[in-house]
């Protein structure tokens, strides 16, 4: 063989890509030292990828309705009022707690929206019948947890199914919402409250029953709904 083409040879093994020279100075194939990942390889990393992303969108989807459920745009979940000074602004009393069954009558308005209450055994959302007691003592831990209260002194049954009617088409009701009958006020009157917040007026007026509901649901100092607990 020539010369020149073992110089050729030689010289092109010293330059080949897949030989690396090693401590000992002789030549070591590269492949050795970086292994090859198999196509197969690449479709299970591939696809256990994919899974380990769809996982983790689950569990942020999931986390923010969670979130929502404790929070939502105010405390407790669902609606929450605008806030706005919708009916008479009553001066708060504070929120002291005292033993369920003792009796309060230092209230400063009627129905009350602020005071000492019962701190266990607040009452379930929903519509309350005369057979049903649901006094002062009990609903103003209610009123502290963000509920607004219907109160009405009718005699009409009429009168009493359209107030019905209209509170049961209030949102989340189901959380937020307290209707009961009341003698603490005038007959042929109806009174919505909380927390800080009074309305009365006479007869069923479904305007302002709303307005007040809009502005002041879940604007309570703790803010939890009547589904969390009782």
């Avoid at 409250?193 to 007026?205: N, Y």
Wanted: charged residues 25%; hydrophobic residues 30%; aromatic residues 8%.
């Amino acid at each position: 063989m020539p010369e020149s083409s073992k110089r050729d040879r030689s010289r092109r093994s010293r330059h080949s890509p897949n030989r690396v020279r090693g401590s000992s100075g002789q030549g070591q194939d590269s492949g050795a030292s970086i292994p090859r990942i198999r196509p197969r390889t690449w479709k299970r990393i591939r696809r256990w990828g994919f899974y380990g992303a769809a996982f983790t969108v689950a569990v942020l989807v999931i986390g923010s309705f969670v979130a929502q459920g404790f929070i939502g745009t105010g405390g407790g979940g669902g609606t929450s009022g605008t806030g706005a000074a919708v009916g008479e602004q009553i001066a708060l009393l504070g929120s002291t707690h005292i033993p369920e069954g003792d009796p309060y009558d230092g209230y400063n308005s009627s129905p009350p929206t602020s005071g000492r209450h019962w701190g266990t055994g607040w009452a379930r959302c929903g519509i309350y019948n005369n057979e049903d007691d649901v006094p002062d003592e009990r609903i103003i831990h209610n009123l502290e947890h963000g509920q607004v209260i219907i109160s009405y002194n009718l005699s009409d049954d009429a009168e009493i199914k359209r107030l019905e009617n209209i509170a049961e088409d209030l949102p989340d009701r189901r959380r937020w919402m307290i209707m009961r009958p009341y003698s603490g006020i005038t007959p042929g009157e109806v009174a919505i409250t909380s927390w800080g917040w009074l309305d009365r007026f006479d007869g069923v007026q479904e305007d302002r029953i709303r307005e007040f509901y809009d502005a002041h649901v879940n604007n309570g100092l703790e803010r939890i709904s009547c589904l969390q607990g009782g």
